[in-house]
């Protein structure tokens, strides 16, 4: 497993932008699928993007234009960069880390994730 920090949140209007981090403890997140998920009272966690070891970047049918996953291995640490935020964006988001050996299929399901950090806010108000 892998301890994870994210960092970034907090309240922004309609329209805004928001850059989540997410950074590990230890190295080993090189070999690894890094990605996000979002939680809000009542609801399942909901997958939000995942990034691949070699590049491959996937999103969220909801999020998919506005919002941007970035690996940057060499400060063990991944992004989220939110633009054009909406008010059902507001959620807690958790960076999490799942083995290199998972799937495309798999990636979308927290299931498939063994490291979670523990959160942060985002809040989508005027």
């Known amino acids: 497993q892998v301890q994870l920090a994210e960092s970034g949140g907090g309240l922004v209007q309609p329209g805004g932008s928001l850059r989540l981090s997410c950074a590990a403890v230890v190295r080993t997140t090189n070999s690894r699928t890094m990605g996000w998920f979002r939680r809000t009272p009542g609801k399942e966690r909901e997958f939000v993007a995942a990034?691949?070891?070699?590049?491959?970047?996937y999103y969220a049918d909801s999020v998919k234009g506005r919002f941007i996953i970035s690996r940057d291995n060499a400060r063990n640490t991944i992004n989220l960069q939110m633009n054009n935020l909406k008010p059902e964006d507001t959620a807690v988001y958790y960076c999490?880390?799942?083995?290199?050996?998972?799937?495309?299929?798999?990636?979308?399901?927290?299931?498939?994730?063994?490291?979670w950090g523990q959160g942060t806010q985002v809040t989508v108000s005027s």
């Open positions: 999490a880390a799942a083995p290199s050996s998972v799937i495309v299929s798999e990636l979308y399901w927290s299931r498939a994730y063994d490291s």
């Open positions: 990034a691949r070891r070699f590049g491959g970047t």
